[in-house]
């Protein structure tokens, strides 16, 4: 029952968190923090690895993100954690942050298309560059 609870509670952050990342693809930015600094956060590819096992192909759901097949696991992690343990719960938790950035690390030292790293690209840079006259 608790977990239910849990569930209707974090559904509406998930509707507004869906809509708004809906409008930023319709508008263009994709990725708010892509667009923002010009470089990939350490989720770039995830969406694209789910609509990938969505339509099974696995091979190209690892190739957008190998972590895809982690997050149901984080999820039931996520939405059951009353019934882990609290040791369990944080060993999971920091096992999940840590791949994450090892993996996160590993894409942007090796050259790939889906981790993009071009500060010039970003908004921020770009925006400073307009302030300073064209000077960045």
Do not use: Q, W
């Amino acid at each position: 029952m608790e977990e239910l609870k849990r569930i209707k509670g974090i559904l509406p952050t998930v509707i507004i968190c869906a809509v708004i990342y809906g409008i930023f693809h319709l508008v263009g930015i994709g990725c708010p923090i892509k667009f923002i600094t010009g470089i990939s956060c350490p989720g770039c590819g995830m969406t694209r690895a789910v609509l990938s096992i969505l339509k099974l192909n696995f091979k190209e759901a690892f190739y957008y993100h190998p972590l895809v097949y982690i997050l149901p696991f984080a999820a039931i992690v996520l939405l059951f954690k009353e019934r882990f343990s609290r040791k369990f719960y944080n060993a999971f938790m920091i096992f999940c942050v840590i791949l994450l950035m090892t993996v996160y690390v590993i894409r942007i030292i090796v050259p790939n298309e889906i981790v993009v790293v071009d500060p010039k690209s970003g908004f921020m840079v770009k925006l400073v560059r307009d302030i300073l006259g064209g000077t960045l």
